[in-house]
């Protein structure tokens, strides 16, 4: 009965709610991973979801997404970078990969590794922290002391 439950509402409400979303966020990507957590939130609460009446499972829904989206507001706030990247020296403008890399391996505890995921390959705090196993505050703080590292080292 669930499957068929949370099918039949996702027909009726998707396209509303992902609708709503994009007016709230302007972006159609972010509007639909939203709308899709919402939906699995929904099968992860199960029979709480499923016992409320329809009109209450579209506020539920409409709550979950208000509330998952101002979470993330919160988190990206925290992710944007306070200070810009050291300028490097005319002459070091051309460094080569290699150089790069030894710089960032010279970095002190994982903080090459960290600034490279940050910064190379653009994963933000939180992905970093679940794929290394640290809170996402940790490795925003590390990214702090890797840039001034950094700077320290170009100049």
């Given at each position: 009965m669930g499957i068929k439950m949370i099918e039949s509402v996702y027909q009726k409400y998707h396209q509303e709610l992902v609708r709503w979303c994009l007016g709230m966020t302007g972006n159609p990507s972010t509007a639909e991973e939203l709308v899709q957590e919402a939906f699995l939130r929904a099968m992860l609460h199960g029979q709480s979801f499923y016992a409320l009446k329809e009109p209450q499972q579209r506020a539920w829904l409409y709550r979950t997404i208000k509330n998952s989206y101002?979470?993330?507001?919160?988190?990206?706030?925290y992710e944007t970078v306070?200070?810009?990247f050291p300028q490097m020296p005319k002459e070091q403008e051309e460094m080569t990969a290699v150089e790069w890399k030894s710089l960032l391996g010279s970095l002190p505890d994982r903080?090459?590794?960290?600034f490279a995921l940050r910064y190379l390959k653009g994963y933000n705090s939180r992905q970093i922290g679940e794929l290394l196993k640290m809170p996402s505050g940790t490795v925003r703080s590390k990214l702090s002391f890797a840039r001034k590292h950094l700077r320290d080292a170009l100049q």
């Open positions: 101002v979470d993330r507001m919160r988190r990206t706030r306070v200070e810009k903080e090459g590794l960290l």
